[in-house]
């Protein structure tokens, strides 16, 4: 079964949004979009990076967020960032 890896880079920048309950209202649908399906994401690929990425809407008192995460080599789903979205649609 899928895993979802949360990188210390991403650990991080939860803390800076004020940890994970503070976004947990964002998380919990990613969570389970993630694990069925994290090909169906938007993707950006150069010679230099992949990655794939997820932008949320507003939820209650939780900004927009972009997350970015990459798959393994085992189709691991490792998050790697997280931050507030500037621009939310």
Partial sequence: ???IIASSGFDEAVIALGG???IDL???PLIDGLIRDPYGFPSFESDLISFRYVR???VGIVPALVFV???DGDKNVVL???EEDTNPS
Avoid: L, W
């Fill in 1 to 3: 079964m899928r895993q």
């Fill in 20 to 22: 994970y309950r503070a």
């Fill in 26 to 28: 964002a998380m919990e």
């Fill in 56 to 58: 949320t809407k507003r």
């Fill in 69 to 71: 995460f990459s798959i």
């Fill in 80 to 82: 790697e960032h997280v």
